[in-house]
């Protein structure tokens, strides 16, 4: 086992079969940084295009087509003290008649972030004032490269991850990836130091990071969307549009994993989730929405 330090010297607007920057074995530990949504560093200064440039792809020794790659995210630090975003709704997630009411999309508002704080730096309004609200840093477009060759726009989210923003992929959480290319060719980026439920104004509080993640590799194990745990939940993402399509991704992948990996019945599993399943909203701005299924640990055997 190797902990890594990678410094990136160019990003990938696509997650795709791109060449290596670095091969690393199942258990080990890579200490690299990412860029903002805009392409800027962790010193404010654009050094790629957007959207959401990716850092990698980190090839994984041994993975091969049906394996499940597992990522542990060890430590999401931001790496500067300004991080930006829109203060408007996207359209799409209000009704018609409300939209003439949105602020301009042109509009950015940027934070400062330190002592575990995100303030605004311009009061908004004067009820919310600089508004100062915990950070909680998370990573919004990661993923795998997909099948077939493809290389798919980090503005969206398929079966290989991708442009999720789910605000539950923290620091201590474990991700599984299907694989579906030799080597696994995992990216990361698009930090967001703090971001709502579903990035309803299409953006977080964009930011710059320094990122710990380590990898493992389950053989032979087949998975057809990305997984996730954390200490309380076990969760899997659905990535598709219209909504109904990703609650089906999500919901059928948990009912394969509950089986898969405690052995239950079709029919257990089925009555388990009826009674006990839970539902978050991740990327509800971009091409595909985000589906996120959840089922309480206190539920499932140890």
Request: glycine share 12%; hydrophobic share 35%; net charge negative.
């Given at each position: 086992?190797?902990?890594h330090?990678?410094?990136?010297?160019?990003?990938?607007?696509?997650?795709g079969?791109?060449?290596p920057v670095?091969?690393?074995?199942?258990?080990?530990?890579?200490?690299?940084?990412?860029?903002?949504a805009?392409?800027?560093?962790?010193?404010?200064?654009k050094?790629?295009?957007?959207p959401?440039?990716?850092t990698g792809?980190?090839?994984?020794?041994?993975?091969?087509?049906?394996?499940?790659?597992?990522?542990?995210?060890?430590?999401?630090?931001?790496?500067?003290?300004?991080?930006?975003?829109?203060p408007?709704?996207?359209?799409?997630?209000?009704?018609?008649?409300?939209?003439?009411?949105?602020?301009?999309?042109?509009?950015?508002?940027?934070?400062?972030?330190?002592?575990?704080?995100?303030?605004?730096?311009?009061?908004?309004?004067?009820?919310?004032?600089?508004?100062?609200?915990?950070?909680?840093?998370?990573?919004?477009?990661?993923?795998?490269?997909?099948?077939?060759?493809?290389?798919?726009?980090?503005?969206?989210?398929?079966?290989?991850g991708?442009?999720m923003?789910?605000?539950?992929?923290?620091?201590?959480?474990?991700?599984?990836?299907?694989?579906?290319?030799?080597?696994?060719?995992?990216?990361l980026?698009?930090?967001?130091?703090?971001?709502?439920?579903?990035?309803?104004?299409?953006?977080?509080?964009?930011?710059?990071f320094?990122?710990?993640?380590?990898?493992?590799?389950?053989?032979?194990?087949?998975?057809?969307?990305?997984?996730?745990e954390?200490?309380?939940?076990?969760?899997?993402?659905?990535?598709a549009?219209?909504?109904d399509?990703?609650v089906?991704?999500?919901?059928?992948?948990?009912?394969t994993?509950?089986?898969?990996?405690?052995?239950?019945?079709?029919?257990?599993?089925?009555f388990?989730?009826?009674?006990?399943?839970?539902?978050?909203?991740?990327?509800?701005?971009?091409?595909?929405?985000?589906?996120?299924?959840?089922?309480?640990?206190r539920?499932?055997?140890?």
């Amino acid at each position: 086992m190797t902990t890594h330090h990678f410094t990136p010297d160019h990003y990938h607007n696509t997650i795709g079969s791109h060449p290596p920057v670095l091969h690393i074995a199942p258990g080990d530990t890579v200490i690299t940084t990412t860029v903002d949504a805009w392409g800027m560093d962790d010193t404010e200064k654009k050094v790629t295009d957007g959207p959401n440039p990716m850092t990698g792809p980190f090839y994984i020794d041994g993975a091969e087509v049906g394996d499940t790659l597992v990522v542990h995210i060890d430590r999401l630090t931001p790496n500067r003290i300004t991080g930006w975003g829109r203060p408007g709704l996207a359209q799409n997630v209000v009704d018609p008649a409300a939209v003439p009411t949105l602020p301009s999309r042109d509009l950015t508002i940027y934070w400062d972030v330190a002592a575990g704080t995100a303030t605004l730096r311009q009061p908004i309004g004067g009820k919310l004032g600089k508004f100062p609200l915990p950070i909680n840093p998370m990573i919004g477009c990661f993923g795998v490269a997909p099948a077939d060759g493809q290389a798919i726009s980090t503005a969206t989210s398929a079966e290989h991850g991708g442009n999720m923003d789910y605000n539950g992929f923290v620091e201590g959480v474990t991700v599984y990836f299907p694989v579906f290319q030799a080597g696994a060719l995992f990216h990361l980026g698009d930090g967001h130091a703090l971001q709502g439920d579903g990035e309803m104004s299409g953006t977080g509080v964009e930011i710059s990071f320094e990122v710990q993640f380590t990898v493992e590799l389950l053989k032979g194990v087949k998975s057809g969307w990305p997984r996730g745990e954390n200490d309380e939940y076990l969760f899997t993402a659905g990535n598709a549009r219209p909504l109904d399509q990703c609650v089906q991704n999500a919901t059928t992948e948990m009912l394969t994993w509950l089986q898969q990996r405690y052995g239950y019945s079709a029919a257990e599993a089925n009555f388990l989730m009826g009674f006990v399943v839970e539902y978050e909203v991740g990327n509800m701005f971009d091409p595909a929405y985000t589906m996120i299924c959840k089922i309480p640990k206190r539920y499932l055997p140890e």
